[in-house]
C-alpha cells in the first residue's frame, strides 16, 4: 500500500508562487506515475499536472506555462511548483500516485490527504 504525504500548501496574494511537496512511502519503486489534482468548492476534481517514472509530464489546461511537476525518485517525492497564481486556482491539492499505465481519464489509484491553497485577489 502506497501512502503519500503533502505538504507546502497556504495563503498567497494572487501573481505569487507556492511549491507543493509530496512524500511516497510503502512502494515507491512500483509507483509508474504521480501527478496533482485539486478540487475548489462546487466543482469537480481536476487532474492538473502529472509525470511518469520516464519523466514525460502532462498538464490540465488551466495550468499550463504556471505550474511545473518534477519528481526526485531518490527522495520519493514530486514537486508542485505553482506560479503566476489566481484566485481560481483555490482549491485543495491531492498528490496522486499510481501503479498502472498514465491515463488521465482514470482516477488515480492512490491519493494523500490534501492541503489546501488559497489564492487572495
Known amino acids: 500500500q502506497v501512502q503519500l504525504v503533502e505538504s507546502g500548501g497556504g495563503l498567497v496574494q494572487a501573481g505569487g508562487s507556492l511549491r507543493l511537496s509530496c512524500v511516497a512511502s510503502?512502494?515507491?519503486?512500483?509507483?509508474?506515475?504521480m501527478g496533482w489534482s485539486r478540487q475548489a468548492p462546487g466543482k469537480q476534481r481536476e487532474l492538473v499536472a502529472a509525470?511518469?517514472?520516464?519523466?514525460?509530464?502532462d498538464y490540465a489546461d488551466s495550468v499550463k506555462g504556471r505550474f511545473t511537476v518534477s519528481r526526485d525518485n531518490a527522495k520519493n517525492t514530486v514537486y508542485l511548483q505553482m506560479n503566476s497564481l489566481k484566485p481560481d486556482d483555490t482549491a485543495v491539492y491531492y498528490c496522486?500516485?499510481?501503479?498502472?499505465?498514465?491515463?488521465?481519464?482514470?482516477?488515480?489509484?492512490?491519493w494523500g490527504q490534501g492541503t489546501q491553497v488559497t489564492v487572495s485577489s
Open positions: 496522486n500516485a499510481d501503479r498502472g499505465e498514465y491515463d488521465s481519464t482514470r482516477p488515480p489509484q492512490y
Open positions: 510503502g512502494g515507491f519503486f512500483s509507483i509508474e506515475w
Open positions: 509525470i511518469t517514472r520516464s519523466g514525460h509530464t
